[in-house]
Every structure is written in C-alpha cells, then in structure tokens.
C-alpha cells in the first residue's frame, strides 16, 4: 500500500489500538478534527469516544493525565499539537514521566508515546516549527525518536506504543507528506535505538535524522560527480543513541559530518561529535564538522529557508571536510 | 451535605468544636473501635513526626518536612479510603501513609535520602510523592480516568497545600476533572502558608473550596482540625466519586504548627499569637475530650496507644538505619525497563574507578 508519512502514522494507531485495547489516544483537535495535520482522522468514529478523545487546550494536564493513565495500566498515545506547544508540559515530562520508574523503583512506569510535529519547512507562524529534541535526549529515562520515511513511520510508532518506558515521538512536519512510499498493510516493529544505514558509502559519514535525512542524501548524490560517495547514517531513535552503528561507519570511513535542524550549540551533533572524539579520534582523517541551523530563533516563513541546512549548504560542508 | 456548605457563603464544616463538643446530627456512623483508631492514628502520627524532628537534629535523617497540626486532616480523610482507591499524596503526609498501611520505615528512609523508599508495596495504591508542587494534581485525574475507562468504581484522592492553588497544574488537573467527570476527590491541605506566603497572596478569592464552582463541581470548606468533620466530607466524596464519577475540592482549613521544613524558620513571617490562636485548637485534644464524653477514653487507653506509638517507632528507625542505600546497579537500573549500552558502560565505569580508588 503506497502511503505518506501521515497515513502511515495513522495506520501504525489504528492496528495497535486494534491489537490492545489498552491503547488509548487523546489530545486538542485529535478526535472530530483528527487532528490538525490528520494523523488521528477516523479513529474516534471506529474506536469511540472512551478511547479516542478530544482534551482540554492544555499541555501540561494532557501529558499529566497521561502519566495517571499510564500507571494505572493504559497504554496513552498523546498528541501535542506542535513541538513549540510542548513547553508548558516539561515539568510532567521530565520530573514525572522519564523518572517514576526509578523513582518507585520499578512499582510505576509509563508507557506513554507524546506525539509531535517538529521542525521547519512548512512556512508555518511563529512557535511551529521546533526542533528541540536535544532538551529530550538530556533526560534520562525518556526515548526519543525521530522517523524519516512513512515505513519507519509506521514501525517505530508500533514500537513506541509496545515500549514500556516514555517515548517523545518527534514527526518531522516538512515530509508528512513529502511522498508515498510502499508499507506493508500488516503489523511490524522497528526496534528502537537501532539507526540504519540509507545510504553505503566510503570516505566521509553523515548523521542525519527526520527531514535532515533526505536533505543529506540529496547532498550525497550531489558530490557524486567530484568522486565524493559519502555514507548515510539515518538515526531513527535519537535516545538512546546507536553509536555503534555510527562509529563502525566512521572507523571505514575515517570522516564525520553532523547535519541536523536544530541550533548548533548543545544540539545532538555535539554529543556525536564528542563521543566519535572519545572513541575513534585517532582514526580520524578530518575534523568533525556539524551542518545545523544557526543559534538564533527560528525566523519567520518569509526567511526560514535560509535557516535549517539544505542540500546545497550540506554539500559544501562535505566539500569542506573532503579539502581538509 | 457537601452541597450544603456553599463555600460562597463562607460556611465551613464542622462536627467537633473546640472543647470537643459534637453535632449529633452529623456525627458519622463509626463504632467504638473505628473512634479509638482515629485517636491511636493521630496520636501515632503526632509522635512519629516529632521523633523525626529529633532525628534530624542529630543528624539521622536529612531536611523534613513536619506534620504537625495536620493529623486530623490527613488521618481522617484517609480513613475515608477503601483498598481499591488511589491516593496521589504530596510531601507532607505522614499521617495518610500511617492510615493506609505504608511502613513508617519507609517514610523514614525517604527524609533518609534512600531511593528503596518509595516502592510502594503492590497491595497499596499509593502514589509516589511528589516535590514540584501541584504536579500530582494531573496525574490523579488521569488515574480517575483510567478508572472511569474501565469501569471500575474506585475513587483518587489526591493532597496538596493551598501554595498549589496557584499552580497551572491544579486549573489544568481540576478542568480536566470537570469536563470529563472524573471520579476524584481533591484534598487541599489550606494550612495558611506556603513556606512564608500567607494564603491571602495565593489567591483574592474568600476560599480555595468556591474554585471548585467554576470548574462546574462542588467544593467544600472544612475544618481541618476536626477529624470527625474530615472523615464524614471525603467519605461523602469518595462515595459521590465511585458512584457517579463526580469530582469534589475539599479544603481543609487548619494550620501548619511547625515549620515548613527543618531547614525553615518560621518565627520569620509570622506571630507567637498566631501560633498560639492555633494550638488552642489542636486536633488531637478535641477529639480526646470528644472520647472522653463517649468514654471511649481513661488513662490506661492513653498509655497503651503511647506505648504501642513509641514501639512502632522505635522498630521503624531501626529498620530504616538498618537498611543499607541502593547497590550501584540498583541505581543504573530502573532509567529504563532495560539498561541501554551507554548505561551499562557508565556503569562499568563507575565501577572501575571505585575499584582502582580501592573503594
């Protein structure tokens, strides 16, 4: 079944709310609406009012609520309308849902999913456009995961809801329906904390994830010509972290390039980058070098394509670490 | 009766007045034994905190957090409870955790900075506590809705001082409540100060109870001294909650006799008259009387609950010295259902250096 990003989400809740009852979803707009980029369309009708419901305009108390739903034994799948609505929900996100599994020592957890839009590329008005999954990956006991194609879509969803820790489920806002992809009608998981190389290559690693990922195969592609054949690396799940896979590719390949949407400073290429520098600095033929957004807010849709990285400005990052 | 007490019209709940006089009219319906516990519960709970501020003194145990003037609020409110339903505490519930059967070496080992602590035995459902205020408050509902999703008619009680009222967290939890009808009952502890803010600076409204009116639920002030008050409105409560799924705010209105925590001083923000005004309204002393005038009440009961509070005591700080704090993998542990590969390596890397220290 071909599918975007969107129905393959969608088909990811449908199946597991099929499968477990114990799956419930909720959030603003999620339910007559089905929600403002469609991801929930048509599960209130097929599942009901109990299972699929429209919330209060309030984060805190949706993640909150979730969290009490989670210990008594529910499975929730919760939508926060956009990344840069998060906020007002951290303080229940990192002092309660990443920390009652230790802090109950084991009595409590929370099998909770937060469902978000994130990142720029669609023109959208201030605050929409987020693409703060570092604040997550700092926090222990959360998971962080971040999906580039509808059929990853689809498994890591699957994942997430089957996993009985906290999971931040970051949907890229720029490719939810970038294009269609075949995915399978049936049940499958993707397991988290596992990236995946999209792309085999020699010389130079890219770490990408979400809409970064089809941006740094673009750029890939294009220093074919000048004999450059990078290797991509698609993180999938941002925490845990899958640095094996990511220092086997540099160990080959003896160069590291970080492309990601959010600001340089702190964001999660410098943790990559530091720990490649812990691990295998010897074996490096260039220095590491990040393609990010710059460290200042995210500008307005008039200016935003200057902002986040492009295949043109990712393919001069390779050139300058290939000269090096 | 809830719905009698208008908290707009300024009336408050009482049963016991001061000199322990009852309404017979609203007595609740307890038998001898029932009426003795309550009095045991209280009286355990008055000594169990005072030998925690002894602890602390000597250095046993870390910052605390007293309880003392709030036994009647706690113990009578959780008397209410039934085994099926949850409580969502906050941090200043030791007489709701000896009520329901929590070890007292646990809440012991928890002003102990131990982490074994807070694991609940499972035949309890008792939340975990919660230091950001309010943020219980969502929880609780979303632990009503699970109930309410599954049909099973059990009430969440969740506790909170009047400082939380100012919270996001409690408009968010408590219209959450309203709007979904769910079967909860809040207990806000208003014992007039959040550390050193009066509640007049929490709120302009004339009772924390009437914000329970604009979330479309009744809310109830009541005497948070009078233990015989608090039982018979969270009992109400609870019943209203597992039999229709209404939520209802009960403020229980008393006073924080002793400082916020051992690292507070009280005398800071407020007056010896104040505090003296309070005591004459001390929870444990009416409610003797009140015994006294059924007699349920001598010397000998006085000295058997005594001595029955001091051995439980004295076994529980025992216990909790005794227990020994978590094993470094316990600690690496419980992040994660499973231990991640950069957990395990740290580990490992604790481990190491400990080991080269010669530790």
């Known amino acids: ?324 | 009766m809830i719905e009698k007490y208008g908290p707009l019209r300024g009336e408050k709940l009482q049963i016991l007045d001061e000199n322990g006089q009852a309404r017979p009219e609203l007595e609740p319906k307890l038998d001898a034994p029932d009426l003795k516990r309550l009095y045991s519960l209280m009286v355990t709970t008055r000594a169990a905190d005072l030998k925690a501020l002894k602890l602390q003194r000597q250095g046993r145990i870390g910052t605390f957090a007293p309880s003392l003037g709030h036994e009647a609020c706690q113990v009578g409110s959780a008397f209410a409870l039934e085994k099926k339903d949850w409580v969502f505490p906050y941090f200043r519930d030791l007489g709701t955790y000896l009520t329901l059967g929590l070890p007292l070496k646990s809440y012991y080992l928890y002003w102990m900075g131990n982490e074994a602590s807070m694991h609940i035995p499972p035949d309890l459902n008792i939340f975990t506590i919660s230091v950001p205020v309010g943020s219980q408050l969502p929880q609780a509902v979303g632990c009503a809705l699970a109930a309410k999703i599954k049909k099973e008619a059990a009430a969440v009680l969740a506790y909170f001082g009047d400082g939380a009222t100012s919270e996001g967290d409690f408009s968010e939890a408590l219209n959450f409540a309203g709007v979904f009808r769910t079967p909860n009952v809040f207990v806000c502890y208003n014992n007039q100060y959040a550390i050193s803010t009066p509640v007049s600076k929490q709120t302009a409204a004339r009772t924390i109870a009437q914000k329970a009116i604009a979330y479309g639920f009744a809310g109830i002030v009541v005497d948070g001294n009078d233990v015989l008050a608090m039982y018979a409105a969270t009992k109400e409560a609870l019943e209203k909650a597992r039999s229709s799924g209404e939520p209802t705010l009960i403020e229980a209105f008393t006073y924080r006799m002793g400082n916020h925590t051992t690292s507070d001083d009280a005398a800071r923000y407020r007056t010896e008259d104040e505090v003296n005004a309070w005591a004459k309204k001390d929870p444990i002393e009416r409610y003797k009387l009140y015994l006294k005038g059924k007699g349920l009440w001598d010397e000998a009961f006085e000295n058997q609950t005594q001595k029955e509070a001091e051995d439980l005591i004295n076994d529980a700080v025992e216990k909790a010295e005794s227990t020994p704090p978590p094993s470094l993998d316990d600690l690496f542990s419980y992040t994660y259902k499973n231990m991640t590969p950069d957990l395990t390596e740290e580990l490992n890397d604790l481990k190491a250096f400990l080991k080269e220290a010669g530790k």
């Open chain 1, 1 to 324: 079944m071909m599918l975007n990003m969107v129905g393959a989400l969608n088909q990811a809740l449908a199946l597991e709310m099929e499968r477990d009852e114990k799956v419930i979803v909720l959030g603003e707009d999620i339910g007559v609406d089905g929600g403002v980029f469609r991801v929930t369309e048509g599960l209130l009708k097929r599942f009901g009012g109990q299972r699929v419901f429209d919330t209060p305009l309030a984060e805190s108390a949706i993640v909150g609520a979730s969290i009490g739903l989670a210990i008594a034994g529910l499975r929730p799948v919760a939508e926060i309308q956009f990344m840069g609505f998060i906020y007002p929900a951290l303080n229940q996100i990192i002092s309660h849902a990443a920390r009652l599994r230790n802090r109950s020592r084991g009595r409590y957890f929370v099998p909770l999913v937060i469902r978000t839009p994130y990142g720029a590329g669609v023109k959208a008005l201030e605050h929409h456009s987020e693409s703060t999954e570092a604040l997550f990956c700092q926090i222990p006991g959360l998971k962080v995961v971040a999906p580039s194609t509808p059929y990853d879509a689809k498994g890591l969803l699957i994942s997430s809801i089957r996993d009985d820790d906290p999971v931040i489920f970051l949907e890229p806002t720029k490719i939810y329906r970038a294009g269609r992809q075949e995915v399978p009608e049936e049940l499958y998981e993707i397991p988290l904390g596992q990236a995946k190389v999209v792309r085999e290559g020699e010389k130079l690693t890219i770490v990408a994830w979400g809409a970064m990922v089809a941006v740094a195969q673009k750029a890939a592609e294009m220093v074919e010509k000048d004999g450059v054949f990078p290797e991509v690396i698609d993180l999938r799940t941002l925490s845990p972290l899958d640095r094996q896979t990511i220092l086997e590719s540099v160990k080959k390949t003896g160069r590291l390039l970080i492309v990601h949407e959010a600001p340089k400073t702190c964001g999660l290429g410098a943790e990559i980058a530091a720990f490649v520098a812990e691990k295998a600095i010897l074996q490096l033929e260039a220095p590491i070098l990040r393609v990010t957004a710059y460290d200042i807010t995210v500008p307005l849709a008039k200016s935003e394509d200057f902002y986040y990285p492009s295949p043109e400005r990712v393919a001069r990052g390779i050139k300058k670490i290939m000269e090096s």
